[in-house]
């Protein structure tokens, strides 16, 4: 989401190298066309993403021989080599679901976005936790500034499956950042209604409220991320500028401080 330049906020800012807008005008909001849409860290777009798709023990089939290995792999850090692994497995059981996910998060990992993309349209044809995987791949497109792709595959994920919260998490940021701020802040509060523990929920509402300009409805939802994730220093650089907006000059400050004790930790 766009982001006010701030000479009292942590520095550097480590929004700043995951597609935040970095302005030499203290204040002004960053203009953002309909597509611009780069990126959309730092709010979590790495697979697997918390309540999205993780491939963990007991994902294994009888009919899956080699995954654990191929697990174990990329636990140690042998990525190539558990790619390769996956990929026989796979020419072996292309109907398996789990293998590929893994595979698709190494591909992504290895900045091969258009591999992991691949692999994660196959298992949505051969079918399988359709939400959690339009989802990711939805991330993906999103980070490869295919906008409108990754509005559809969120879309999708509603109405596979109404109740699950990432995917209006992820559309309604989707919406905030092509325009959209309106049906955007909707969906981000549906959002936020779904999964009331959720502090990335939180956090998306909050700053969208913020670029809203409702700063005191902001806050209460950044203080709400705050308290469910107080060791993440986003909620807490975030309330800083929304309180240097509200010329809360103290509090600011304060929020700065613990950002960088949460950052440092």
């Not at 480590?14 to 953002?32: I, K, M, N």
């Not at 849409?37 to 009888?62: K, N, Q």
């Not at 939802?221 to 807490?236: Q, T």
Request: aromatic share 6%; glycine share 10%.
């Amino acid at each position: 989401m766009r982001r006010l330049r701030n000479s009292r906020a942590v520095d550097p800012d480590p929004a700043s190298f995951e597609g935040a807008d970095r302005l030499e005008l203290e204040g002004d909001w960053a203009d953002c066309g309909v597509d611009a849409i780069a990126s959309l860290r730092p709010f979590g777009w790495i697979i697997p993403d918390p309540g999205v798709i993780s491939v963990e023990e007991g994902d294994r089939g009888p009919e899956q021989p080699g995954f654990d290995e191929a697990r174990e792999l990329a636990r140690r850090g042998r990525r190539l080599d558990a790619i390769q692994r996956l990929r026989l497995l796979l020419a072996k059981l292309p109907n398996a679901i789990e293998p590929r996910l893994l595979l698709a998060r190494l591909l992504d990992q290895s900045d091969e976005i258009e591999g992991s993309i691949e692999q994660l349209s196959i298992a949505l044809e051969v079918g399988g936790r359709r939400s959690e995987v339009l989802v990711t791949r939805g991330a993906l497109y999103a980070r490869t500034s295919r906008a409108g792709e990754a509005e559809g595959d969120f879309r999708q994920a509603i109405a596979q499956d109404p109740s699950y919260c990432p995917a209006y998490r992820y559309l309604g940021t989707t919406l905030v950042r092509r325009g959209l701020l309106d049906e955007g802040i909707g969906v981000l509060r549906e959002a936020v209604s779904l999964a009331p523990q959720d502090p990335e929920a939180w956090l998306h509402y909050g700053e969208a409220l913020a670029i809203q300009g409702g700063l005191e409805a902001a806050l209460g939802a950044l203080e709400r991320a705050s308290a469910l994730a107080p060791s993440d220093p986003r909620s807490y650089t975030v309330r800083g500028r929304v309180l240097d907006r509200l010329r809360r000059t103290e509090e600011a400050l304060e929020m700065y401080r613990k950002a960088r004790e949460a950052q440092t930790a």
